[in-house]
């Protein structure tokens, strides 16, 4: 992947608290304009990862760099072109939405006009502007949030850091907060590293995900990838019920060619193959006169890869 | 061996970052982000409850004590029919019956201010979560702390000033003794030395502020340090001065008394609140013109000393301005330093 349009290149980046390895040998780059999700368990070295980037923690080894701009040695360059939406961001409390947004402005040294317009423009944006004028502190959580992501977009970045953008936040907030992020990527054109350990929800947005477990990034690439990584291995776990539940459906599930394994779980079967076997099991149990009430391929959902690889990591 | 290479490594960088003159690529964000940190701070503390607390206690011990000095003066007049050795600062220096004088107030309460305006400067933006969204701005880390001791430094200065002015005034309507050209110089002086002494303390906050993630922590430990300084650091220094350069009691000469005081003096003046003392002493009276045991001699004994020129008592107490702007600096090194080096997680 030694793309030339990388604009974050990380290599061999390490950081040790003591003995605790919290990010180890942490090889990777990432392209001008895409959705990366760093994902994983929490304490799984994603937010010391971005701490680093920004160079709020100091590497034990190895280096980092955006933009060309060492994120160690240089951090100012590395802030004037990285917005960060730190985890749980907060706001001074006895200042108004708007003014919190306009010191972001002055501290980044932008002129007093555009500091203006830009407040209005990011306040429609993240359809906050009726209640810009109250103090932070009555804000919801959600609207937090998406005061946060406009007061990352206060200094223009090219790249933004978001940490743990959804936390907190009801679904239908959540909602509206992913498609803020992916348009920050596919309207503005800026390069978004969002992490998460809420896959599901974020893989939707994430052109490549980089899975992180106990500080090693154990998979990277686009999702349709891993996928195929997995099914490689011969990975398939398939979610089927049918009724009458009875010792003739288990009987034409195992007849079913591929099959390895079926086991029960939270009533459902799970059948185990090392090819996709949708196909012929629908036809064999529909033939013998079952009707099908839940047919599932588990592998597909990034849960299942998570998990996956999490399997692998332990064993 | 690889650790120690890491070490010199990081001892290096800060000496780099401390010392040497690397043409600043960002000076104009250093600019924008201690204007807007030094705005924004001073908004803060307007609004806040603390300062009015602040304000109302210098307020109330001020009033109080001139008014008390003023009285005391007063009778002092009508007493013995002369204004010889008294003027127009004796307001500031003079004890009521009940009341301490002012300067003996500020020497004592003005660590309180320092403490009081900068004990969660930085715990409490870190408590808040703001922390990390401030320090991700393209800005300095120093700036912070720059930009909050300043604004800081301009609050004390509005209290002091507006503090001595009105303490004067009151001054003048109670005694009748109007200031000469030279009285108002050095109380100015005064007051300058003043907002140095608090801001030693505020420096002091700010670094404990960094240091304890509780703001409780941090105000404790500023008060404990306070008090050491304040009064269990002269106590010491007179045990310490006893044991070093014993006096005979019975036969005092005056080699072993002046050798006791220079040990006494000599560790005193590790807290800034003796060097506060001892300038004000100084600055606020013309007549004096030695600094501690030879100076109470000279007062035992009723010498006549003639004025000093504000020059004169300046060179006095130059050293004590010195020491304390040191001290401040030291202060402000040990901070840089351990915030630099910190981690900043939300």
């Known amino acids: 992947m030694a793309d030339k349009n990388a604009i974050v290149r990380i290599e061999n980046l390490t950081k040790k608290y003591g003995e605790v390895v919290a990010v180890n040998n942490l090889n990777l780059e990432i392209e001008e304009g895409e959705v990366f999700g760093l994902l994983g368990p929490n304490g799984a070295g994603k937010t010391t990862t971005i701490l680093m980037l920004l160079g709020l923690t100091e590497p034990s080894g190895g280096k980092a760099e955006i933009y060309g701009h060492n994120c160690t040695r240089d951090p100012i360059g590395v802030k004037k072109v990285v917005g960060y939406l730190p985890d749980s961001v907060a706001f001074y409390g006895d200042m108004t939405g708007r003014e919190n947004l306009r010191f972001t402005g002055e501290l980044n040294g932008i002129p007093k006009k555009e500091i203006e317009e830009r407040i209005d423009t990011l306040l429609k944006r993240v359809g906050m502007e009726e209640y810009a004028d109250q103090k932070a502190r009555t804000y919801s959580r959600g ?35 992913l498609i803020l992020i992916k348009e920050l990527s596919v309207k503005d054109g800026r390069t978004v590293i969002v992490s998460s350990h809420m896959l599901y929800q974020v893989q939707q947005i994430c052109d490549r995900v980089g899975i992180f477990s106990h500080g090693n990034l154990v998979a990277c690439g686009p999702i349709e990838k891993l996928k195929e990584e997995l099914s490689g291995e011969g990975y398939f776990e398939t979610e089927f019920f049918a009724a009458p539940d009875n010792d003739e459906l288990l009987a034409a599930m195992r007849s ?41 391929l588990r592998t597909g959902e990034l849960e299942d890869i998570y998990r996956r690889f999490f399997e692998k990591e332990v064993v | 061996m690889a650790n120690l290479e890491t070490v010199k490594d990081k001892c290096v960088r800060i000496l780099e970052i401390l010392f040497v003159d690397k043409k600043d690529p960002y000076a104009d964000s250093r600019k924008a982000g201690m204007r807007a940190l030094y705005k924004k701070e001073l908004v803060d503390y307007f609004r806040s409850i603390r300062f009015l607390l602040v304000l109302l206690l210098i307020a109330i011990t001020g009033i109080t004590s001139v008014a008390s000095a003023g009285a005391a003066i007063r009778s002092s007049i009508s007493g013995s029919g002369s204004s010889a050795g008294i003027n127009f600062l004796s307001i500031y220096t003079t004890s009521g019956q009940s009341m301490p004088s002012l300067v003996w107030f500020l020497s004592f309460l003005g660590p309180i201010v320092g403490l009081a305006l900068g004990f969660d400067a930085i715990s409490g933006e870190r408590s808040r979560r703001t922390l990390s969204r401030l320090v991700s701005q393209p800005i300095y880390r120093d700036t912070v702390i720059n930009g909050k001791f300043l604004a800081g430094v301009t609050i004390i200065s509005i209290m002091v000033l507006s503090l001595g002015i009105v303490v004067g005034g009151i001054g003048i309507i109670m005694t009748g003794l109007p200031p000469t050209l030279e009285e108002f110089g050095r109380l100015l002086i005064f007051l300058i030395y003043t907002v140095v002494y608090i801001s030693i303390w505020l420096a002091i906050s700010l670094l404990f502020s960094l240091l304890f993630r509780h703001a409780a922590t941090s105000a404790l430990s500023g008060i404990a340090l306070w008090l050491f300084l304040a009064i269990f650091l002269g106590m010491l220094a007179d045990v310490i001065a006893n044991v070093m350069a014993p006096v005979d009691p019975n036969n005092t000469t005056v080699a072993q008394a002046l050798a006791n005081d220079a040990w006494k003096m000599n560790i005193s003046r590790i807290s800034p609140t003796t060097l506060y003392s001892e300038s004000a002493g100084v600055l606020l009276n013309p007549t004096q013109n030695s600094l501690g ?17 504000l020059g004169q008592s300046l060179l006095i107490v130059w050293p004590h301005l010195t020491a304390l702007v040191a001290l401040t600096i030291i202060v402000f090194a040990v901070s840089y330093i351990c915030f630099m080096r910190q981690e900043i997680r939300a």
Do not use: C
């Open chain 1, 256 to 296: 079913v060619k591929g099959v390895e394994s079926v086991d029960k779980e939270k009533g459902v079967y799970v059948l185990r193959s090392k090819s996709d076997i949708r196909g012929a099991l629908a036809e064999e149990t529909l033939k013998k006169g079952f009707s099908l009430r839940h047919l599932r």
């Open chain 2, 293 to 309: 045991f030879v100076w109470t001699v000279i007062q035992l004994n009723g010498a006549n000393v003639s004025n000093l020129s």
């Open chain 1, 143 to 177: 609207m937090t949030q998406r005061l946060g992501i406009a007061d990352v977009l206060m200094k223009d970045p090219k790249v933004v850091l978001l940490d743990e953008p959804t936390l907190g936040i009801d679904p239908e907030g959540m909602r509206e907060q």
